[in-house]
């Protein structure tokens, strides 16, 4: 039976630490239902102290058993001070005792039409041991820009609009422009989000995509819950 489960709002002054702790109790129950935690990570700023709180925590999770994903990504190269997986390595993964293959990185230095359809067989092909039909994340964090875009998802553009593939090439208005993400049915298939919010200035769109309005408002997984995780710092 599948339930949406309408999006919670948890307010917090202790944003990277407490977001750091709903990973690791997301990632316990994950792995005690299905052997492995399937975490996508957002992009951007915002996350990075949560990376940092979280390999704090590293003893707190057999990483060995953490798949990690991509939400979006931008089309430069791994070690370029845009790209997410350098954010994210530098904060986290290299932090942390995870196997290289379990972390899916996005080729953002090859063509974005070619990096796309590679990681959308690669999840697909998890997806199939795990007799999906569509990639389903345990726990995806994503970020929310001004404009209300979520991932690479930017009000206005095509890729809002995809129903059919998981991960897609698109461009955006922030920059760099070329970008890989993640499609809604992809972010709609996890069994939970997390939006990570840790700017005040922020609060009128996150009141606006709590009543579904922009594209991260269109985030509303058919089997799965999605938490506002909202800090005060602006
Ligand atoms: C990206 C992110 C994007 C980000 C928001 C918020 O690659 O830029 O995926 O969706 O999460 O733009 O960014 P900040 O956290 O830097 O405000």
Redo the contacts with the bound molecule.
Sequence with gaps: MQTHVASRVLRTSNFATDAARQIVAAGLEAISKHAVFRLGL??????KAVYSALAELTHDLPWNRIQITF????CVPHDHPDS?YRMASDALLSRVPIPEGNIFRIRGEIDPAEAASEYEARLGSVAARFGETRYRHDLLL?????DG????LFPGYPALDEQERNVIPTLGP?PPPQ?I?FTLPLINASRSVVF?VN?RT?EPVVQSALKGEYPSGRVAPSDGGVLWLLGHEA
């Design positions: 957002a992009g951007g700023n915002t996350p939400g979006d990504e931008r997410n994503l970020g929310l820009g001004e875009h979520t991932a690479s922030k970008r993400t990570l700017d922020k």
